[in-house]
């Protein structure tokens, strides 16, 4: 019978598939533990390849954390252009409420309790009142299926105005345990509210995507080759009350280390320097 390991009590870090969508998970999970991490998030842009939708990839996953000793933390949505629970066609966004809800299963059959779910962002401002309406009714039919399966959704924030308007929206009218936000640190740089954020939702952040970015792009870097003041920001940080995992959501794609595991190395190494500012 798996078993979960215990968590303790104090700020954990933790690591994003994301980091690579060449390598499977078997391989993953092993450079993840060498680097020293225990907490893992599958990603949702990959969601095929995580295999979470799926009770032979569950079980797999299971296998590969119990033989490694790492937990699963949370799990992110699935996300694609055909997966969209604001879609103005009816049939998509029903389809896409129950695959939302399988994700939501997948994380009580994997033994977390956090989704984290990223809105779409690929819609003008003109759609935006309808977007509202629509992610408004999938949502009414999710947030209580996710309640009965004790399980908390960690809505994202994102870059594009009238997504971020979305976004904002949703998280006003969802004001119960269940939902609750998802601080994106690379999203909230690009558009210039990394700390005007903090002030807005500190209350409310139940995850967080840790990664940096020069201010322009989405890069998703390791903290310190971009342009956040990350002593800045981790001291405005220290300030919200946050209590989950620093989760780290990085990728290769823009960094100076393309080896996997030098790669997770240096996660692992900045992501202590961070909490190392935090406990300062």
Partial sequence: MYRFMQRVQRMELAISTTFSFDLPFKEMALMIKQAGFLLVSLSGGDYERSGYLTAAGREHIRDVCQREGIVIDSIHA???????????????????????????YACSELGCSLLIMHLSNRFSEQDLCSRIVNARHSLEELVPYA???????????????AANS???????ENKGATVGVCFD???AHVVKELFSF???????????????????????????EGSIDWPQFMSGF????YSGSFLLEVEMRESMFKDPQAFLNQAYSRGSRLLRLLKG
Avoid: C, W
């Fill in 78 to 104: 699935p996300l694609s252009g055909s997966i969209d629970i604001s879609h103005l066609d009816s049939g998509v966004r029903e389809d896409s409420v129950q695959i939302m809800k399988k994700a939501v």
């Fill in 147 to 161: 309640r009965e399966k004790k399980i908390r959704i960690a809505v994202e924030n994102l870059i594009a105005p």
């Fill in 166 to 172: 979305l976004f904002r929206t949703m998280v006003q």
């Fill in 185 to 187: 640190t690379s999203h």
């Fill in 198 to 224: 903090m002030g807005d939702y500190g209350s409310r952040i139940i995850a967080v995507h840790i990664s940096d970015n020069k201010g322009m792009l989405d890069d998703h870097m390791l903290p310190y």
């Fill in 238 to 241: 220290s300030r919200i009350g």
